[in-house]
Each structure stands twice: as structure tokens, then as C-alpha cells.
């Protein structure tokens, strides 16, 4: 499976922004799917969180209520709706796919990246 991230930009604080992860292979609708975020000079930290079939989600604790992770089997494409966005918002945003993840929260889990598009929410 290849990742493709995409959607990233520049906002205000308390504006919007979807993100996008096409998803190349035949293999998407059987892989369980995450957004994962990282901050100048911190460490990758998990964010969402979907299963293979949509009917599943959760969310760190920081994005909830605001975030919103969905996603299209049909079109290979997991999104993330990004709402009332703050500065500590402000990463690069990574999706990841693997098959059953054991430990969903962690990088460990993941077997393919993408490679990360950029959120800026400016204050």
C-alpha cells in the first residue's frame, strides 16, 4: 500500500481544514487507518484513528469534539475534517495503514506512512 497525504496548509486559529490519504493497492479496504501528527521538535504523536470499515473511530484526547476521521473503501481515500483548529494544532500530518494493529496509538503498529503534508494555524 502507498500513502499519498494531502490538504495541509495555512489557517487561521478556529478555521478549517480536511485532509485527504489516497491509498494505491487493492488492499486498502482491509487496513485499519490512522492520522498521526508531528511538532517541531517533538515526537510523532497519534491523533485518529479508523478501522477498515468506518465503523469504528477514536481520538487523542486533544482533538475530540473537533476532529473527525471518515473514510471511502470505494475510493481508497481516508479523510480527516479538522475544526475550531488551534496553534497546538500547527504539525505534519501522517496517515498510516496496517492490517490489525495491535497497539493503534502506536507508530509501531503501522506498516506504511505517507509522507506527511503541513498544518499551520496561525494565532
Known amino acids: 500500500v502507498q500513502l499519498q497525504a494531502s490538504g495541509g496548509g495555512l489557517v487561521q486559529a478556529g478555521g478549517s481544514l480536511r485532509l485527504s490519504c489516497a491509498a494505491s493497492?487493492?488492499?486498502?479496504?482491509?487496513?485499519?487507518m490512522s492520522w498521526f501528527r508531528q511538532a517541531p521538535g517533538k515526537e510523532r504523536e497519534f491523533v485518529a484513528h479508523?478501522?477498515?470499515?468506518?465503523?469504528?473511530?477514536f481520538y487523542t484526547d486533544s482533538v475530540k469534539g473537533r476532529f473527525a476521521i471518515s473514510r471511502d473503501n470505494a475510493k481508497n481515500t481516508v479523510y480527516l475534517q479538522m475544526n475550531s483548529l488551534k496553534a497546538d494544532d500547527t504539525a505534519v500530518y501522517y496517515c498510516?495503514?496496517?492490517?490489525?494493529?495491535?497497539?493503534?496509538?502506536?507508530?509501531?503498529?503501522?506498516?506504511?506512512w505517507g509522507q506527511g503534508t503541513l498544518v499551520t494555524v496561525s494565532s
Open positions: 479508523i478501522n477498515w470499515s468506518g465503523s469504528s473511530t
Open positions: 498510516a495503514a496496517a492490517r490489525s494493529p495491535i497497539a493503534p496509538m502506536n507508530i509501531r503498529s503501522y506498516d506504511y
Open positions: 493497492g487493492r488492499t486498502f479496504g482491509s487496513n485499519a
